[in-house]
């Protein structure tokens, strides 16, 4: 059989990087003897490596492939990864090989929080009894401490957010890692676990809460974990870190993310409003009643913040405008069909209020003008939303001068 010139190339590239690889680990490694002792590099389980020969071949056989893996592995993850490093493995191999050992080496960890399996009948409701069985609860409880303590693993080793990694590795949304992107990879896996251990506490006080049918209402237990949660976040973060973690996290920038929502707002606008409403929350506890001169305050000093666009952002606080918004969203059209739309409420509400106070008309006239501006709101709204998007939005509004309209 003849050898083609290219695999002829290929294997004497590859015994010629068998030889370098051989020569450099002699170089740097040299042989190691005697017994290793293991290290512990955290607070939460020992960051070992299943028994393995610790010892570095130095046999330099020039064009063979007498290069194996246990020439650099180690009962000390550290040295492990700093022997894949010296040798030039990708990182995301050396990310790729860790995880999977870590995982393996916890398997049995989680597998005995697991509660006792049982035999299952294809005629029991097992998906209840694994629901709301306090064993399943507990066991996921136990599971979820493990997997924390394999976060904290693999930051100590690799420096990297393993949440993150995963659902990179998956191709999935992440959305903490997101709002997270202006920290370093390993102070985000830091403040991720922080953020997501204090929730699985809230949901567990929220959970409690739901049982007793006290209903979902902030109590001093609920402070006290937020609290808490405030105080280890404190450390992890410098000033300006923490002024960007509140723009994403903290309720202050919440309310006014909430309140935009439609009026495309641009970074000035959302930072003059955040400040407003920073001294807002500091001053006041809760929202205000419309109408009264605090309220009437509070207004004027939006207006003065956004001058010209205070219209826009009072647009954006009426449901009715909200959801036109949704649906334009949700059915990928124009941003200016919802304002079109939104437009036509106050002279249709204006002529129903008009017919309304007519006296002159009898009822049964009444209800045929209603009709009629019914019929055209109807026409005007299906024509700009299409067939789809307005039997979507005709049975999730309220605004009778829609949904009493006749096709």
Same mark, same amino acid.
């Given at each position: 059989?003849?050898?083609?010139?290219?695999?002829? @190339?290929?294997?004497?590239?590859?015994?010629?990087?068998?030889?370098?690889?051989?020569?450099?680990?002699?170089?740097?490694? +040299?042989? @190691?003897?005697?017994? =290793?002792?293991?290290?512990?590099? =955290?607070?939460? /389980?020992?960051?070992?490596?299943?028994?393995?020969?610790?010892?570095?071949?130095?046999?330099?056989?020039?064009?063979?492939?007498?290069? %194996?893996?246990?020439?650099?592995?180690?009962?000390?993850?550290? @040295?492990?990864?700093?022997?894949?490093?010296?040798?030039?493995?990708?990182?995301?191999?050396?990310?790729?090989?860790?995880?999977?050992?870590?995982?393996?080496?916890?398997?049995?960890?989680?597998?005995?929080?697991?509660?006792?399996?049982?035999?299952?009948?294809?005629?029991?409701?097992?998906?209840?009894?694994?629901?709301?069985?306090?064993?399943?609860?507990?066991?996921?409880?136990?599971?979820? $401490?493990?997997?924390?303590?394999?976060?904290?693993?693999?930051?100590?080793?690799?420096?990297?957010?393993?949440?993150?990694?995963?659902?990179?590795?998956? +191709? !999935?949304?992440?959305?903490?890692?997101?709002?997270?992107?202006?920290?370093?990879?390993?102070?985000?896996? %830091?403040?991720? @676990?922080?953020?997501? !251990?204090?929730?699985? !506490?809230?949901?567990?006080?929220?959970?409690?809460?739901?049982?007793?049918?006290?209903?979902?209402?902030?109590?001093?237990?609920?402070?006290?974990?937020?609290?808490?949660?405030?105080? $280890?976040?404190?450390?992890?973060? =410098?000033?300006?870190?923490?002024?960007?973690?509140?723009?994403?996290?903290?309720?202050?920038?919440?309310?006014?993310?909430?309140?935009?929502?439609?009026?495309? $707002?641009?970074?000035?606008?959302?930072?003059?409003?955040?400040?407003?409403?920073?001294?807002?929350?500091?001053?006041?506890?809760?929202?205000?009643?419309? +109408?009264?001169?605090?309220?009437?305050?509070?207004?004027?000093?939006?207006?003065?913040?956004? +001058?010209?666009?205070?219209?826009?952002?009072?647009?954006?606080?009426?449901?009715?405008? %909200?959801?036109? /918004?949704? /649906?334009?969203?949700?059915?990928?059209?124009?941003?200016?069909?919802?304002?079109?739309?939104?437009?036509?409420?106050?002279? /249709?509400?204006?002529?129903?209020?008009?017919?309304?106070?007519?006296?002159?008309?009898?009822?049964? !006239?009444?209800?045929?003008?209603?009709?009629?501006?019914?019929?055209? =709101?109807?026409?005007?709204?299906?024509?700009?939303?299409?067939?789809? $998007?307005?039997?979507?939005?005709?049975?999730?509004?309220?605004?009778?001068?829609?949904?009493?309209?006749?096709?």
């Amino acid at each position: 059989m003849k050898w083609s010139r290219s695999i002829l @190339t290929l294997l004497l590239l590859n015994a010629a990087w068998l030889g370098v690889a051989s020569y450099f680990l002699a170089r740097h490694f +040299g042989n @190691t003897t005697g017994e =290793t002792q293991v290290e512990y590099v =955290t607070n939460y /389980v020992p960051v070992l490596k299943s028994a393995r020969v610790n010892t570095i071949v130095t046999n330099i056989i020039t064009g063979t492939n007498d290069f %194996r893996w246990e020439q650099l592995e180690s009962e000390d993850y550290r @040295t492990y990864i700093t022997r894949l490093r010296a040798i030039g493995c990708p990182e995301q191999t050396i990310r790729d090989i860790v995880i999977a050992d870590v995982d393996k080496m916890l398997a049995p960890k989680f597998q005995a929080a697991s509660p006792n399996p049982r035999e299952v009948k294809y005629w029991q409701p097992i998906e209840h009894d694994l629901f709301d069985g306090a064993d399943q609860k507990e066991a996921l409880r136990a599971q979820r $401490a493990l997997d924390f303590e394999k976060r904290e693993v693999i930051r100590e080793l690799l420096g990297i957010d393993l949440v993150g990694e995963r659902l990179r590795v998956m +191709g !999935q949304e992440d959305y903490h890692g997101q709002r997270l992107s202006f920290l370093p990879e390993e102070k985000r896996a %830091r403040v991720r @676990t922080v953020l997501d !251990q204090f929730a699985d !506490q809230e949901r567990e006080l929220l959970e409690q809460q739901i049982e007793e049918g006290t209903g979902l209402v902030d109590t001093a237990e609920l402070a006290r974990v937020r609290q808490q949660k405030e105080a $280890a976040l404190a450390p992890l973060l =410098t000033p300006a870190e923490r002024e960007q973690y509140d723009l994403w996290f903290s309720e202050s920038a919440a309310r006014v993310r909430e309140s935009i929502y439609g009026m495309d $707002a641009s970074e000035e606008e959302f930072l003059k409003l955040y400040e407003l409403q920073r001294q807002f929350d500091a001053k006041y506890n809760g929202p205000l009643p419309p +109408g009264g001169s605090e309220w009437n305050e509070v207004q004027q000093q939006i207006r003065d913040a956004l +001058g010209e666009r205070y219209g826009d952002w009072m647009r954006a606080q009426d449901p009715d405008y %909200r959801e036109l /918004v949704r /649906v334009t969203t949700r059915f990928k059209l124009p941003a200016t069909v919802a304002a079109q739309l939104y437009s036509f409420k106050q002279p /249709v509400e204006q002529e129903r209020a008009n017919v309304e106070a007519d006296s002159n008309l009898t009822t049964q !006239q009444k209800d045929a003008a209603f009709q009629a501006i019914a019929n055209e =709101t109807h026409r005007a709204y299906k024509e700009a939303l299409g067939e789809k $998007a307005f039997w979507y939005y005709e049975r999730r509004t309220s605004n009778p001068w829609v949904r009493a309209a006749k096709p």
